[in-house]
């Protein structure tokens, strides 16, 4: 399949195994159609049903992207459907079942494990500011800082994802972040640890007949407290653990080799399994009271030499081989994927930018 195949094929598995509608979306979205359950139909009553009874529906398990068949072929030719199944026993179910109907030999199906948000390691502080060191929201953990950016106002800020600065939507506008995490020693009490407050997110939707595309947040820095190093990613010494960043990579396909600089995990390689994935279904809060919220749209990335991320990786810039950014690591599975090292879900970075309504902060803006 080519990739108008492909996401014909895919569309087609969301309307005829899902039992899924079209949702309406910007004419200039792009990306090729985007499915939901709709309200009164059975597939949304069976979901609302699941939820009440806090457990989930199996269609909430089951993602589904673009995979290329050959990975000696052409960018863009070779491509089949990618079925993500978070466990085993979904391997038989009637939606996988009839999904493999609909592309008999053209898609292949991959066990990925529950995939939650990567949102823990001793790190330091780290000044100037750079990107893939520790951070966050006063009240959370730690995640990790992404990239800068540069707002209308001509604000430079750090980016990262929601549920890192601005804490699943309960934040506020001006609350403090700090670097690094709280996990990690900052503390709000320090003058030397506050070095942003945040500035807008993106407002997450736990709705079942919604949608996410990005889990992003903007955080202007505080004036003449910390300056930030926009162009290098890592440990500074250009090398294994940072380089210069490029360019954003706009064509992108599975197959692709590719880096970020964690806060956990540090340095680590991957390639993407699969793009333009849908249905993706996260645990966003864990506890007593979990909550999930579903993406569309997605990269998933495997390790190669280990696991790719890990919790508190959140908000990762990844990168080419080359240093082009490509997307913000959100997160994750402990299992799946090559080798069986788990899987990385990430909002390609240039949604995350365009949703922040922020350029990139690097020597291409000339700032």
């Not at 899924?20 to 499915?35: K, R, S």
């Not at 179910?93 to 493999?100: F, G, T």
């Not at 080419?320 to 994750?332: C, E, N, S, V, Y």
């Amino acid at each position: 399949m080519n990739l108008d195949g492909a996401e014909n094929a895919k569309a087609e598995v969301f309307k005829r195994a899902f039992r899924y509608a079209e949702v309406a979306t910007a004419a200039t979205d792009g990306g090729g159609p985007i499915f939901a359950p709709a309200p009164d139909t059975a597939a949304h009553a069976d979901i609302a049903r699941a939820r009440r009874a806090g457990e989930i529906d199996p269609k909430e398990k089951i993602a589904v992207g673009i995979l290329r068949r050959d990975r000696g072929d052409d960018r863009g030719q070779g491509l089949k459907l990618g079925l993500f199944v978070q466990h085993k026993k979904l391997l038989h179910h009637p939606v996988v079942e009839a999904a493999l109907r609909v592309a008999p030999t053209e898609a292949e199906v991959i066990v990925t494990g529950r995939i939650r948000s990567q949102g823990r390691r001793k790190v330091r502080t780290c000044r100037p500011l750079r990107m893939g060191e520790s951070v966050g929201h006063h009240r959370i953990t730690a995640g990790t800082i992404g990239c800068f950016g540069v707002d209308a106002d001509g604000r430079v800020g750090l980016i990262s994802n929601n549920h890192v600065l601005a804490m699943n939507n309960k934040a506020r506008v001006g609350d403090i972040i700090l670097q690094p995490g709280r996990a990690d020693g900052g503390d709000a009490r320090q003058a030397a640890h506050v070095v942003a407050k945040l500035g807008t997110y993106i407002p997450l939707d736990f709705d079942p007949t919604s949608f996410n595309l990005v889990d992003c947040a903007f955080a202007p820095l505080e004036e003449g407290h910390a300056r930030p190093e926009p162009f290098l990613v890592g440990d500074g010494e250009i090398g294994s653990d940072g380089w210069s960043i490029g360019d954003i990579e706009e064509l992108l396909i599975d197959g692709d080799p590719v880096k970020k600089v964690g806060r956990t995990t540090r340095f680590s390689t991957g390639v993407v399994e699969a793009i333009a994935i849908d249905n993706v279904r996260v645990q966003m809060v864990s506890g007593a009271a979990p909550r999930f919220a579903i993406f569309n749209r997605q990269i998933a990335i495997s390790g190669t030499e280990k696991t790719f991320s890990k919790g508190g990786d959140s908000g990762s810039l990844i990168c080419t081989m080359d240093g082009r950014p490509i997307a913000l690591l959100f997160a994750g599975t402990e299992t799946g994927g090559r080798n069986d090292r788990g899987i990385t879900f990430a909002n390609p970075i240039r949604a995350v930018l365009d949703a922040l309504a922020v350029d990139l902060y690097s020597p291409a803006t000339g700032v």
